[in-house]
T-cell receptor, first 116, second 109 residues
Framework: GAVVSQHPSWVICKSGTSVKIECRSL??????MFWYRQFPKQSLMLMAT?????????EQGVEKDKFLINHASLTLSTLTVTSAHPEDSSFYIC????????????FGDGTRLSIL | GQNIDQPTEMTATEGAIVQINCTYQ??????LFWYQQHAGEAPTFLSY??LDGLEEKGRFSSFLSRSKGYSYLLLKELQMKDSASYLC??????????WGAGTKLIIKP
């Protein structure tokens, strides 16, 4: 149980393109979903926390207008990287939890984004 | 501030035992998680400790001492596939997960 699906797994696109990444909880309802970014050989960096039906809470230094997060249902959250530039190239990972605080976060497989 | 410390890198031999330590200083405590992350992949959940003591799960065990702000992950009968980064994360009083930087474990034949 507790499967999280993330799509796409790999994106290569031109600078200025907007890219949407989907995160779905397949066998549980995810009250809370998290979006992380990880640069090579660095630790996970939390970008934002999203709760179903409300606005996402962004971490300090993360531009909310550039990284649009929508959590429209209990099984789906999306991250849109708007007008992506080469410096946005990274490994983006989502995770989900059923919502009770002691539950572990379950991660999607990640999306490797390369902006040319 | 909130802080989680774990060694940057460790090396061990196939078939041996290795202990990865994690110390934490957080505002409140609601549990400690260990995750495994292979290079280029997302983390996978290994264990959760909220009470003091040892939790055993196959070749992997996790220990917690809340009074010392200390945990360790013990890996027995090491296999080459155990080469990965091991992430320690603490759930603080606001149920926010605070992540350590991870320990890269290198297994040698």
């Amino acid at each position: 149980g507790a499967v999280v699906s993330q799509h796409p797994s790999w994106v290569i696109c031109k600078s200025g393109t907007s890219v949407k990444i989907e995160c779905r909880s397949l066998d549980f309802q995810a009250t809370t979903m998290f979006w992380y970014r990880q640069f090579p050989k660095q630790s996970l960096m939390l970008m934002a926390t999203s709760n179903e039906g409300s606005k996402a809470t962004y971490e300090q230094g993360v531009e909310k207008d550039k990284f649009l997060i929508n959590h429209a249902s209990l099984t789906l959250s999306t991250l849109t990287v708007t007008s992506a530039h080469p410096e946005d190239s990274s490994f983006y990972i989502c995770s989900a939890t059923p919502g009770t605080g002691h539950q572990p976060q379950h991660f999607g497989d990640g999306t490797r984004l390369s902006i040319l | 501030g909130q802080n989680i410390d774990q060694p940057t890198e460790m090396t061990a031999t196939e078939g041996a035992i290795v202990q990865i330590n994690c110390t934490y200083q957080t505002s409140g405590f609601n549990g400690l998680f260990w995750y495994q992350q292979h290079a280029g992949e997302a983390p996978t959940f290994l264990s959760y400790n909220v009470l003091d003591g040892l939790e055993e799960k196959g070749r992997f065990s996790s220990f917690l001492s809340r009074s010392k702000g200390y945990s360790y992950l013990l890996l027995k009968e090491l296999q080459m596939k155990d080469s990965a980064s091991y992430l320690c994360a603490v759930l603080d009083s606001n149920y926010q997960l605070i992540w350590g930087a991870g320990t890269k474990l290198i297994i040698k034949p």
